[in-house]
């Protein structure tokens, strides 16, 4: 990437490495004569042997066998039904010296511990071999434990423990496959152990697979509780599966289950996570049902709605909200002040954010970092740099710490207002300050740099970059691309996207589209329409963006007819021509004296 504002780029190429396969030999307690791996019973001496291990002599042990194998002493054991707890700390002693792991054994010896109702060793047990075995397969344990006993009632409860060994620790691959092997074994599972895999998928973002295992543990009628569903509806809203969280509230209902504060609130912040009028409609429609329920709303209820409306630009329904939470009792906290700061900042009211801020202050609650950085975001968009850094310089003052976010914001607004010295110099006193630029810290100085025209500082940025190990994002790309097309080098601008595939980037419509509209600069029209074929192919349909820049590429180079094609194709697709379209369309085609042949849907353009 670097290379290319001068030259070109490399790639690396990784290796292959095969692990050599070791076998495991038997080994005996002291001797080294085979013995036959079948227990000897008129050799063995339960009571000693027992006694020797519950007081943990275990030099005494060895002379006594030593002519014996760990596995031959583990069968006798078990085949003279020695207390299992006895069996698994020997288990325990013959593993501390490198004992093969043996799965009959271990199957044997949880059904013993089972028998005995000694459920906390079996817990112990379990977790301990799940941290061990590496080598026994899912399938293998499977196999033998069925081998090993025909009651349908222990094995369950065996495997069941062992899937939530398996998700304690951090193996949810394969407690997944043991939830689904229980299924094929007509194995009966807990609700315990369900609820912890789902919590485990959730967490792993393995949806696809939350929704299998619940679907699954209601076929096999394995009891759902409120915490179940709390799960499944958490996992769909996180990828906006509305519907289908909706659909699981449903089904608690059905089930017998009422949902619980917790349940709306995660259905609500799906919404609002989404975004939109329709959806904010439906968030808000959501705490009405809450509250028509007799479900308390919380004011985290109240936070997530006023943030959503907030992030939705509808500052004045987020107010509405904040004067109802007020309405039921419920106290607004640090959470609730800087979600409206924060839209209010946005929106450009500064003078009612500090308002807010004030108030803050007033009701004894104390401003976060958070506050700090809308105030000091709200500063910049108003192009009042003085005020913003003299907010900045009280945050010690405070007793508050500026984190990266608050350096990123203020050296934006810096690089944007063309003061890049200053900007340089808050990018010191942020490593000075033992604070790590991200990846939006490199953006914004090397957007701001190459604005300036000033490529060797862009290139000094980079260096740093990936010095540094700071991954290059989408905008990063954007940014250099951006600069290259203005400078009429569209095709070094192209070995850039190609360079964003390899590093696992999707490049976005706008880099597509700035890419088109700097080859069409160049008058290179066939490489354009190549690259939206490309864009299209990626699953990435043409924007009125794509339009836009298309048709006034054509028009660049009188070729009307064309354009007014393309004009067409556009309308014809339903998308709706912007203020930049009717421009184009005025200037390049109507001031040329070119009419486009579209009737009824374009309106007077002099208004527009």
Same mark, same amino acid.
């Given at each position: 990437?670097?290379?290319?504002?001068?030259?070109?780029?490399?790639?690396?190429?990784?290796?292959?490495?095969?692990?050599?396969?070791?076998?495991?030999?038997?080994?005996?307690?002291?001797?080294?004569?085979?013995?036959?791996?079948?227990?000897?019973?008129?050799?063995?001496?339960?009571?000693?042997?027992? @006694?020797?291990?519950?007081?943990?002599?275990?030099?005494?042990?060895?002379?006594?066998?030593?002519?014996?194998?760990?596995?031959?002493?583990?069968?006798?054991?078990?085949?003279?039904?020695?207390?299992?707890?006895?069996?698994?700390?020997?288990?325990?002693?013959?593993?501390?010296?490198?004992?093969?792991?043996?799965?009959?054994?271990?199957?044997?010896?949880?059904?013993?511990?089972? *028998?005995?109702?000694? !459920?906390?060793?079996?817990?112990?047990? &379990?977790? @301990?071999?799940?941290?061990?075995? $590496?080598?026994?397969?899912?399938?293998?344990?499977?196999?033998?434990?069925?081998?090993?006993?025909?009651?349908?009632?222990?094995?369950?409860?065996?495997?069941?423990?062992?899937?939530?060994?398996?998700?304690?620790?951090?193996? %949810?691959?394969?407690?997944?496959?043991?939830?689904?092997?229980?299924?094929?074994?007509?194995?009966?599972?807990?609700?315990?152990?369900?609820?912890?895999? &789902?919590?485990?998928?959730?967490?792993?973002?393995?949806?696809?697979?939350?929704?299998?295992?619940?679907?699954?543990?209601?076929?096999?009628?394995?009891?759902?509780?409120?915490?179940?569903?709390?799960?499944?509806?958490?996992?769909?809203?996180?990828?906006?599966?509305?519907?289908?969280?909706?659909?699981?509230?449903?089904?608690?209902?059905?089930? =017998?289950?009422?949902?619980?504060?917790?349940? !709306?609130?995660?259905?609500?912040?799906?919404?609002?996570?989404?975004?939109?009028? =329709?959806?904010?409609?439906?968030? @808000?429609?959501? &705490?009405?049902?809450?509250?028509?329920?007799?479900?308390?709303?919380?004011?985290?209820?109240?936070?997530?709605?006023?943030?959503?409306? #907030?992030?939705?630009? @509808?500052?004045?329904?987020?107010?509405?909200?904040?004067?109802?939470?007020?309405?039921?009792?419920?106290?607004?906290?640090?959470?609730?002040?800087?979600?409206?700061?924060?839209?209010?900042? #946005?929106?450009?009211?500064? /003078?009612?954010?500090?308002?807010?801020?004030?108030?803050?202050? =007033?009701?004894?609650?104390?401003?976060?970092?958070?506050?700090?950085?809308?105030?000091?975001?709200?500063?910049?968009?108003?192009?009042?740099?003085?005020?913003?850094?003299?907010?900045?310089?009280?945050? +010690?003052?405070? =007793?508050?710490?500026?984190?990266?976010? %608050?350096?990123? %914001?203020?050296?934006?607004?810096?690089?944007?207002?063309?003061?890049?010295? $200053?900007?340089?110099?808050?990018?010191?006193?942020?490593?000075?300050?033992?604070?790590?630029?991200?990846?939006?810290?490199?953006?914004?100085?090397?957007?701001?740099?190459?604005?300036?025209?000033?490529?060797?500082?862009?290139?000094?940025?980079?260096?740093?970059?990936?010095?540094?190990?700071?991954?290059?994002?989408?905008?990063?790309?954007?940014?250099?691309?951006?600069?290259? +097309?203005?400078?009429?080098?569209?095709?070094?601008?192209?070995?850039?996207?190609?360079?964003?595939?390899?590093?696992?980037?999707?490049?976005?419509?706008?880099?597509?589209?700035?890419?088109?509209?700097?080859? #069409?600069?160049?008058? *290179?029209?066939?490489?354009?329409?190549?690259?939206?074929?490309?864009?299209?192919?990626?699953?990435?349909?043409? *924007?009125?963006?794509? !339009?836009?820049?298309?048709?006034?590429?054509? #028009?660049?180079?009188?070729?009307?007819?064309?354009?007014? /094609?393309?004009?067409?194709?556009?309308?014809?697709?339903?998308?709706?021509?912007?203020?930049?379209?009717? $421009?184009?369309?005025?200037? $390049?085609?109507?001031?040329?004296?070119?009419?486009?042949?579209?009737?009824?849907?374009?309106?007077?353009?002099?208004?527009?």
């Amino acid at each position: 990437m670097l290379k290319l504002l001068s030259s070109s780029s490399s790639r690396l190429h990784p290796r292959a490495h095969i692990q050599p396969h070791h076998q495991t030999h038997p080994i005996r307690l002291c001797s080294t004569i085979p013995v036959s791996e079948n227990p000897s019973p008129n050799s063995f001496n339960l009571p000693l042997v027992s @006694d020797l291990i519950a007081n943990q002599r275990w030099s005494d042990l060895k002379t006594h066998l030593k002519d014996s194998t760990f596995i031959t002493v583990l069968h006798q054991l078990l085949d003279f039904r020695a207390d299992p707890e006895l069996i698994r700390r020997y288990l325990n002693w013959a593993q501390a010296h490198n004992a093969p792991t043996n799965i009959e054994i271990t199957c044997k010896l949880l059904q013993a511990l089972l *028998n005995a109702k000694k !459920y906390p060793k079996m817990r112990a047990f &379990l977790d @301990d071999f799940v941290k061990r075995n $590496e080598k026994h397969s899912v399938s293998s344990i499977f196999h033998m434990l069925s081998l090993s006993s025909n009651q349908l009632y222990a094995n369950s409860v065996i495997v069941d423990m062992l899937v939530l060994a398996y998700v304690k620790n951090s193996k %949810t691959n394969l407690g997944l496959e043991a939830f689904q092997r229980a299924g094929d074994y007509g194995y009966r599972l807990s609700t315990l152990s369900s609820n912890a895999l &789902l919590s485990a998928l959730v967490k792993e973002n393995e949806f696809g697979h939350v929704e299998f295992v619940y679907k699954e543990m209601i076929r096999r009628r394995i009891a759902a509780d409120l915490y179940s569903f709390n799960i499944v509806i958490n996992g769909l809203c996180k990828v906006g599966k509305l519907n289908k969280a909706k659909d699981v509230m449903d089904d608690m209902k059905a089930w =017998g289950v009422a949902p619980n504060v917790v349940t !709306y609130n995660t259905i609500i912040g799906g919404y609002c996570k989404l975004g939109g009028l =329709g959806k904010m409609h439906k968030a @808000d429609a959501m &705490l009405k049902e809450m509250v028509v329920s007799n479900i308390c709303p919380s004011e985290t209820t109240f936070n997530i709605l006023i943030d959503g409306f #907030c992030k939705d630009d @509808d500052v004045a329904a987020a107010f509405k909200v904040f004067e109802e939470m007020r309405r039921e009792g419920l106290k607004p906290n640090v959470v609730t002040y800087n979600s409206l700061i924060n839209g209010l900042c #946005c929106d450009g009211r500064l /003078e009612e954010a500090c308002g807010l801020r004030d108030e803050m202050l =007033g009701l004894g609650l104390k401003p976060e970092i958070a506050t700090y950085n809308a105030l000091i975001n709200g500063f910049c968009k108003k192009k009042m740099l003085k005020e913003a850094r003299e907010l900045f310089d009280t945050i +010690c003052e405070r =007793g508050l710490v500026a984190n990266v976010i %608050t350096f990123n %914001t203020l050296i934006d607004g810096y690089c944007k207002n063309e003061m890049k010295e $200053e900007a340089y110099a808050l990018h010191n006193m942020m490593i000075e300050r033992r604070v790590f630029p991200n990846t939006s810290t490199f953006n914004c100085l090397i957007a701001g740099s190459l604005t300036k025209g000033n490529i060797e500082t862009a290139k000094k940025f980079l260096q740093q970059m990936e010095a540094k190990g700071v991954n290059a994002d989408c905008i990063t790309y954007d940014i250099l691309i951006d600069a290259l +097309c203005k400078d009429g080098e569209p095709r070094k601008a192209e070995r850039l996207l190609n360079e964003m595939f390899t590093k696992g980037l999707s490049p976005r419509h706008v880099t597509y589209n700035t890419l088109m509209d700097g080859y #069409c600069r160049k008058g *290179n029209l066939k490489a354009a329409l190549n690259l939206r074929a490309r864009m299209e192919k990626e699953g990435k349909r043409a *924007n009125i963006a794509t !339009y836009n820049v298309l048709i006034k590429g054509y #028009c660049m180079q009188d070729k009307l007819v064309d354009a007014n /094609e393309l004009l067409n194709e556009m309308l014809e697709k339903g998308l709706i021509p912007n203020r930049t379209t009717y $421009e184009i369309v005025k200037v $390049e085609m109507m001031d040329k004296g070119f009419v486009p042949d579209i009737d009824g849907h374009l309106h007077n353009i002099s208004s527009s």
